[in-house]
C-alpha cells in the first residue's frame, strides 16, 4: 500500500463542494490555496483503482471511478482531483424514468452509455421507442458472453428475466449506484 503524508492544507482546500484537489510538493503558487498537498512516504507506485480504498487517518472512502490518467498523475507530481458522493449507497426514488431517473445518474457522474459491459446492480434504462428517451427501468443481474441479463417488473404484468445483447438498441444507457 503506498502512503503519503499531507504536509500542507490551501486555505480554499477544503470546502463544502466535495471535491479534494491533490498535489505533490511541486504545486504551483496559483493552485497552493485549492489543494492539499502531499509526499509519498515509500517508494511504492501509486494505484488507485475501481473498488479500492482511499484512506485519510481512520476514515475509508471506496473508490467507484477512476480517470484514465489519474495513476500517472499522481505517480509524477502527486495530483489528482478527488470527488465524494454525498450519499453513497444511495439510488433515488423516482416515478418518471426519463425526467428523474437518468438526470440524477448523469447529475451525479453515475451514468454510463449503452456499448458498456454493465455489473450486476447496475440501472438499466431501456428506449422501447428508438427516440433516444428512456421509459422504462431494470436492474442488471449479470452480464455474460455480451448479453445482459436483466429482472424488470411490469414486463407482461409480471417481474421476469429478460436479455439482450450489448449494445442493443432497446437500451438507453446504466444508472451506476454507489454500492
Not at 509519498?40 to 475509508?60: H, M, R, S, W, Y
Not at 482531483?81 to 453513497?88: C, D, I, N, R, S
Not at 433516444?132 to 441479463?149: L, Q
Request: glycine share 12%.
Amino acid at each position: 500500500m503506498t502512503e503519503t503524508e499531507i504536509t500542507q492544507i490551501g486555505k480554499n482546500a477544503i470546502n463544502d463542494e466535495n471535491i479534494l484537489v491533490l498535489f505533490g510538493e511541486s504545486v504551483t503558487p496559483d493552485l497552493l490555496d485549492v489543494s492539499i498537498v502531499q509526499k509519498t512516504i515509500n517508494d511504492e507506485p501509486i494505484v488507485l483503482e475501481k473498488g479500492g480504498q482511499l484512506i485519510f487517518g481512520d476514515q475509508a472512502y471506496q473508490v467507484i471511478g477512476v480517470g484514465p490518467l489519474a495513476n500517472q498523475n499522481l505517480n509524477e507530481i502527486g495530483h489528482a482531483t478527488v470527488f465524494f458522493q454525498k450519499e453513497a449507497g444511495v439510488i433515488p426514488k423516482f416515478a418518471h424514468c426519463e425526467f428523474q431517473g437518468k438526470p440524477w445518474f448523469i447529475a451525479n457522474g453515475q451514468w454510463m452509455d449503452r456499448n458498456c459491459e454493465p455489473e450486476p446492480g447496475y440501472i438499466i434504462f431501456f428506449d422501447w421507442g428508438g427516440d433516444g428517451t428512456a421509459d422504462h427501468v431494470g436492474i442488471v443481474e449479470k452480464c455474460e458472453n455480451g448479453i445482459v441479463y436483466t429482472i424488470e417488473g411490469n414486463s407482461s404484468d409480471a417481474c421476469k428475466q429478460r436479455s439482450y445483447p450489448v449494445g442493443s438498441s432497446k437500451i438507453n444507457g446504466y444508472g451506476v449506484p454507489a454500492y
